[in-house]
């Protein structure tokens, strides 16, 4: 009995070969603002998880403020005296006086943790740092060295800028006060907390560049927008230098607002740099 062969279906018959089509690439993604292809982003982190994170970053920072702090303990009698070379300004007598058992005492604490501030600055911002880097690209991230260094140089630079150039200024001009019938005699606990507000105060003022280059990063601020309101800027710029300066010397409040205008200026040099185009004006 021969075998016969059942006929071939249709969908069996042998198909030409095709090859696997190439993934359509939108033309949104094909550029970035550095003019290349643009990384893209390892995640998006949930409300919790940036509260986790955060609470992280806080306590790694606390740590290395504690470390900063007994590290300058160890060095304290250097610290103490260059901290009073800058206070001692216009004190006819060269020195302070104290009228509380303890003032002594927590002066030591709030000099040693003004310089473990200084000291552990560096990890400090590179807390910043690892906070904010979730909501950018992998190749920003690569930034991270660049902006420790420049964040760690603009607060030491402008905790240098109160000790000579602005501390000494105002107390020269409280010390002007004083007359044949009236010594300058101040008390250090408000000396050297007046002291703090402007060491750490103007080295949060130096870090506007750095807040530009964040908000210009993740598109918030651009170089035009910043440029085209320059003028608001400085009025704010004039307030804010009233506002933290404890007297009313325009001197002084000139050496506040100066500085902060040529950070103004500084900052929208790195928007234009590093930051994202202006849109393209619609037709």
Known sequence: MALVPFPKRDDESPQPYQPPKEPVVPASDAASPFGEE????DGRMTFLEHLDELR????????ALLVGFIIATLFYEPVRDFVYG?????????????TEPGEGF???????????VLIASPYVMLQVWFFIAPGLYAREKKLAIPFVLASTS??????????YMLFPAVWNFFASFSNPYIVFTPRIDPVFGLYVKLMLGMGLVF???????VLARLGIVTAGFLLRNIKYAILLIVIVAAVITPDGSPVTQGL??????????????VAWLFGKSDPAPAD
Do not use: N
Not at 38 to 41: H, M, P
Not at 207 to 213: G, Y
Not at 256 to 269: D, F, K, N, S
């Open 38 to 41: 643009e990384d893209a982003l």
């Open 86 to 98: 800058g206070l001692l300004v216009g004190i006819p007598e060269g020195k302070f006086i104290y």
């Open 154 to 163: 603009l607060f030491v630079g402008g905790a240098a800028f109160a000790h």
């Open 207 to 213: 870090q506007m560049p750095v807040l530009m280059f």
């Open 56 to 63: 992280k970053r806080i306590t790694h920072a606390v740590v």
């Open 106 to 116: 927590f002066l030591w604490i709030k000099i040693s943790a003004l310089a473990g």
């Open 256 to 269: 506040v607002a100066l500085p902060m205008c040529a950070l103004y200026l500084l900052g929208i040099g």
